[in-house]
């Protein structure tokens, strides 16, 4: 999808249930499914498997990803994810400084 709304020129492969156990044999041989799975991309003779892996790096590329999360986002996110309840401090920081 980020290929057709950049424009990329790229060859789309797909393979049948029925080839794929003997193709999956070769491909790992020789190292072109490290994971033994697909998709994978091929750039420039450099294979790239894991989807998610792949698309961040195209996403990267073409100027897609998100900005960063403001820094006291990321420490609410971190104190929440370890259970810990953000301090007002922090929760009420940015609300704040958007104040003063
Ligand atoms: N985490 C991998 C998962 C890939 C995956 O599960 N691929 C499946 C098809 S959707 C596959 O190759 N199955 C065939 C096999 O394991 O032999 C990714 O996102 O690229």
């Known amino acids: ?3 057709e709304d950049q424009g990329v020129t790229y060859k789309d492969v797909r393979i049948s249930r029925e080839e794929w156990p003997g193709l999956k044999k070769t491909l790992v041989e ?3 499914t490290p994971f ?3 998709p994978i991309v091929e ?3 450099q294979i790239m498997p894991q989807s998610a ?3 961040r790096y195209f ?3 073409f100027g897609k990803t998100p900005p960063p999360p403001p820094p006291l986002t990321m420490i609410n996110l971190l104190l ?3 259970g810990l309840r953000p ?3 922090v929760s009420m920081a940015p609300a704040l400084a958007r104040s003063t």
């Open 1 to 3: 999808m980020m290929f």
């Open 59 to 61: 996403a990267k590329i």
């Open 87 to 89: 301090p007002a401090q």
């Open 30 to 32: 020789t190292g072109q």
């Open 53 to 55: 892996a792949f698309n």
């Open 36 to 38: 033994g799975q697909l």
């Open 80 to 82: 929440l994810l370890f």
């Open 43 to 45: 750039l420039a003779g």
